[in-house]
């Protein structure tokens, strides 16, 4: 049994803090195989790979590596086992080679016990040519890499650790398209060499391409675990929530007013070059675009981030200037950012500090703060947007991804924005919290908010965009109504300059 199934949990339970976060999971992982492993932020995903890779240790359950069975395993039991895990923040060492990172605490060493930098450096090579990445230099330094190859160069760590079970959590969260492809492939060539892999992610598309298997946990408990081919996206969103997910993307009949944004000729530098388009009370309208084509860009210009150097801004029919945030927000822009985390929250502050942020003089009474109306103020917030959470004094970095989301919402919503820009609503977060975030976008541009809504997620851009503009290289390249915004239209138009570039 233990070469056809490396890994195995049996009756797993794990408790925090008198929390149950795991209860009876049984759970494995056959040699040659995807095995992915979802549920929604909180279902227990990283506790249960964490429990694999030695980090933590369960309160109940065995878990068997090969021929040996234990009650718990450290990471340096789990290595020995054939355990390696690719975590969505990737351990390396900036600073070292790639050559080094490969072989950090596993280098090769000469007769007489010395580091064997030439064999290391032929073994890395190796290493990574089996991963398709012939250009990598192993000499570089990882600092210098892009995300993407800094991921395959902690593949290619694990393959030098002999691994048997390769865990992978949420590994195209920061990826662009064509990275990601790439990263399917290997994964797809690691199945071939019979290596098992835990696959961690949000992304069903990559889910039915890539597992064999797949597992849903829910609130801590094993909801079932069924080969891929008898399960439909619809079942699987099922189980994930505990409920149908009729409607991921609502968007009913619009009811669209006139133009409240008006944008012509606006250029920042080479990153935003000649945009021009109109922006309608209660439109939603989608920006679509490969990485690097200038969609944040547009967005950081029009709210005053990267003040714009030629064009106009109309708001109302009335030309505004705007050079910074502060007057953006006050002409009723609001700006939810890419990255929530380093740019939309203060992690370690409350729900409620981070409510108030972009609106203190709602709470301030000459330079002091009320308290008690910035609190009432978040639970109003919290009630609201349903954001799950023990109440306004909790800490933002405590709740799951969706809701840190929700509370960036909520605090530009506090600013009372006529404009909403949105950029990646739902990155990184799991699919229930994905369809109340656009239930939340819907219901806004309802009431009469116009939205602009960035997103790299053609499902989304499509189901979500009343019209969808499309950038590449700064430029704006289409701009395509609901009714003939389609992925082969949206793709085209996504393509077509990088096609012309390369035939010229």
Do not use: C
Request: proline share 4%; charged share 25%; hydrophobic share 45%.
């Amino acid at each position: 049994m233990s070469a056809a199934i490396p890994v195995q949990l049996e009756n797993v339970s794990k408790s925090f803090a008198g929390i149950s976060v795991l209860r009876d999971i049984n759970f494995d992982v056959r040699a040659g195989e995807v095995h992915a492993l979802l549920g929604e932020n909180g279902a227990g995903k990283s506790t249960l790979i964490k429990i694999i890779a030695g980090v933590h240790a369960p309160d109940s359950g065995t878990i068997r590596l090969g021929d040996t069975v234990h009650t718990a395993v450290s990471p340096k039991e789990a290595r020995r086992g054939g355990v390696a895990t690719v975590y969505q923040e990737l351990l390396l060492f900036p600073e070292l080679t790639v050559a080094e990172n490969v072989f950090l605490g596993n280098a090769p060493r000469t007769g007489a016990g010395l580091l064997d930098w030439t064999q290391m450096r032929r073994r890395a090579r190796q290493l990574l040519d089996s991963l398709d990445s012939p250009d990598l230099d192993v000499d570089a330094k990882v600092g210098t890499l892009s995300v993407a190859n800094r991921q395959r160069v902690e593949i290619a760590k694990a393959l030098s650790q002999d691994a048997k079970i390769l865990i992978m959590d949420e590994p195209t969260a920061a990826l662009a398209d064509a990275d990601i492809r790439r990263l399917i492939a290997v994964v797809k060539r690691l199945r071939e060499r019979g290596v098992g892999i835990i696959y961690v992610s949000h992304k069903l598309p990559e889910i039915f391409e890539l597992a064999d298997r797949v597992t849903v946990l829910r609130d801590g408990a094993l909801i079932s675990t069924k080969p891929i081919a008898e399960v439909t996206e619809q079942s699987l969103v099922a189980m994930m929530v505990g409920r149908d997910i009729a409607h991921l993307f609502p968007r009913g009949e619009p009811k669209i007013g006139e133009v409240l944004l008006k944008v012509e000729h606006l250029s920042f530098g080479a990153r935003v070059r000649d945009i021009s388009f109109e922006l309608r009370r209660g439109e939603i309208l989608g920006l679509a675009g490969l990485v690097g084509s200038g969609r944040t860009e547009l967005a950081l210009t029009i709210f005053g981030i990267t003040p714009a150097t030629s064009g106009t801004i109309t708001l109302d029919g009335k030309a505004v200037t705007i050079r910074s945030p502060k007057q953006a927000r006050n002409l009723g822009i609001a700006y939810v950012p890419e990255d929530r985390g380093l740019q939309g929250l203060v992690r370690p502050m409350s729900i409620a500090q981070n409510n108030s942020m972009a609106s203190l003089h709602n709470v301030a009474n000459g330079i002091f703060i009320n308290v008690g109306t910035e609190l009432r103020r978040a639970a109003d917030s919290i009630t609201k947007l349903g954001v799950r959470a023990r109440g306004p004094s909790q800490i933002v970095g405590q709740l799951s991804g969706g809701n840190q989301q929700k509370v960036v919402l909520g605090k530009w919503l506090e600013t009372e924005p006529r404009i909403l820009i949105m950029d990646e609503p739902t990155r990184g977060i799991d699919v229930g919290a994905k369809a109340e975030i656009h239930a939340l976008m819907a219901r806004l541009a309802g009431e009469g908010m116009a939205i602009l809504m960035i997103s790299s997620e053609l499902p989304e851009i499509l189901g979500m965009s009343d019209r969808v503009m499309v950038m590449h290289g700064g430029q704006l390249m289409a701009t395509i109504d609901r009714e003939h915004a389609t992925p082969e239209s949206v793709g085209a138009a996504m393509t077509q300059a990088t096609q012309h570039e390369a035939a010229e």
